[in-house]
């Protein structure tokens, strides 16, 4: 009878250790399927749209200090109705008026940031054709130049060249942690999956195991070596295994479907998922993951961005004092004639220069207010930014202890799944051969089956600590260079 148990436990080794894999099956290891969540998960596309809203946005930006050439006019301009004309006696006369009026403009600007200022040139031709009086007369402006500037006002164009270019930056780093993050998001349901999987596994392992040894068990009763208890015992731990399978068939089919749902992956192949081992042994410092996370982080962009544009408030709110005045000058060629041609002979001179004020006299303390307003939420600013900054370090500084806090821990899951496991044949081995209760199996059993569960959650710890870090960092610390997407 002993040669019959020892080929009992034998063939139960044999039988756990073989697992053939489906044709129609999809086998994925980690870093494989964060690639494929960053390119075709929804999250990814979100982000890269997002990164060309922000790309066309400083395109627009940029535009605003190139040279801008425009061409408008009114072609044609016919109208024929009455309209009221005033009599030199002060009478009205309603006339006929009949006539084509048209115009064309051709303009030059070009903004000036050191000013605010605009420098402008325009060229102008206007037709007039009075048909009742069969004349066409002719008015144009060869060509013209000017300048208009503001006197003591807000310059946007000066701020806004300050404050666009770290917005741009700023969305760019944004891209790159959108990519980082959606590698955070799918370990969590990679681990869930390889988790339900593992459930998976060990629960119909113990089924089988339970069922073998139910069938020792009955041998041993026949002989009259164990007690009816035992066989009860057997027979509810069978009804419970039988439960946990389902149960865990459950749990894959919920974690599959989100795990396809997030990563992007079609088709109704069964994914099975490769246990994942360590990164190399590397040696992350906090002042590594600092000093990267300042230089590439958008939060470290944002601080200085978000500085500036409480300056910009309250140089606008100082700007904005109620006092307005632009000067324009301008100067250039003008004529009339019968003919085209003749506008373009010996033009006029015309000049013009223009400073208008808008002077309030009294507004009530409105102005001031205003300056004090902007300048107590700079004040504001500058403490909160201090404060987001200490947090920021902070962050760091505990995802680095973290981190190594995580793979000290999967190190002793690993040995404790290593232990657990070699006791549970074991304690196997020894019930078979009388030399073991079942309830010491029981123990064993479920000792084995939970040191198996906490290396997968270690697993899933260590490898969430370790992404996380290349996300406050933006820094592939395998490759050893900063994190960058075409």
């Known amino acids: ?59 627009t930006f940029k535009s605003n200090y190139a040279p801008q050439l ?51 040139g325009t060229t102008q031709l206007q037709r007039f054709t009075d048909f009742d009086r069969n004349t066409t007369l002719y008015n144009g402006v060869p060509y013209g130049i000017g300048y208009k500037q503001p006197l003591l006002q807000f310059n946007s164009l000066k701020w806004d060249k300050k404050i666009e270019p770290l917005k741009f930056n700023e969305s760019k780093q944004a891209f790159i942690e959108a990519q980082e993050q959606i590698a955070i998001n799918v370990t969590n349901y990679f681990f869930d999956l390889l988790l339900a999987q593992v459930n998976l596994q060990i629960a119909e392992t113990n089924l089988r195991n339970t ?20 066989i009860l015992q057997l027979q509810l731990e069978q009804l419970t295994a039988q439960k946990s399978v389902g149960t865990a068939k459950r749990d894959v089919e919920i974690s599959t479907l989100n795990l396809r749902s997030y990563a992007g992956i079609e088709g109704e192949n069964r994914i099975v998922l490769d246990m994942p081992g360590t990164v190399n042994d590397l040696a992350i410092s906090t002042d590594q993951v600092l000093k ?70 009294l507004d009530w303390g409105r102005s001031k207010s205003r300056t004090k307003t902007a300048q107590a939420n700079e004040q504001f600013t500058i403490y909160a930014v201090e404060q987001d900054k200490q947090t920021f370090k902070q962050e760091i500084v505990t995802q680095v202890t973290l981190y190594a806090m995580m793979k000290e821990q999967m ?76």
């Open 211 to 230: 069922e073998q040894i139910l069938k020792i068990a009955d041998t041993k009763f026949e002989l009259g070596k164990i007690s009816k208890n035992e």
């Open 1 to 59: 009878m002993k040669g019959i148990y020892i080929l009992f436990v034998m063939t139960l080794i044999i039988t756990n250790g073989f697992c053939a894999v489906p044709a129609d099956t999809i086998r994925l290891a980690l870093p494989q399927l964060v690639e494929l969540a960053k390119t075709n998960s929804i999250a990814s596309k979100q982000a890269a749209t997002v990164r060309e809203t922000k790309y066309w946005e400083w395109k």
């Open 411 to 486: 190190v002793l899951t690993a040995a404790a799944d290593k232990i657990a496991s070699e006791k549970y044949q074991i304690a196997r081995e020894r019930y078979v051969l009388g030399d073991l209760s079942i309830t010491d199996l029981s123990i064993a059993f479920q000792d084995n089956d939970r040191a198996k569960r906490d290396y997968v959650s270690s697993l899933k710890d260590f490898w969430g600590a370790y992404y996380q870090l290349r996300y406050l960092s933006l820094y592939d610390f395998e490759k050893k260079e900063k994190i960058n997407y075409k």
């Open 70 to 120: 425009g061409l408008s006019g009114i072609l044609p301009g016919y109208s024929k109705s009455y309209s009221q004309v005033l009599q030199p006696n002060g009478t009205i006369l309603f006339q006929p008026i009949h006539n084509d009026n048209s115009s064309l403009n051709l303009d030059f600007t070009q903004s000036i940031t050191a000013t605010g200022g605009t420098i402008y």
């Open 292 to 361: 990267e996370a300042l230089e590439n982080r958008s939060d470290a962009i944002a601080f200085a961005r978000r500085l500036a544009e409480a300056r910009r408030a309250v140089a606008k709110a100082k700007g904005e004092n109620g006092l307005n005045a632009t000067l324009t000058a301008n100067l250039g060629f003008s004529n009339a004639a019968g003919n085209i041609p003749d506008i373009y002979r010996s033009p006029k001179n015309q000049q013009s220069v223009q400073l208008q004020l808008s002077i309030p006299v």
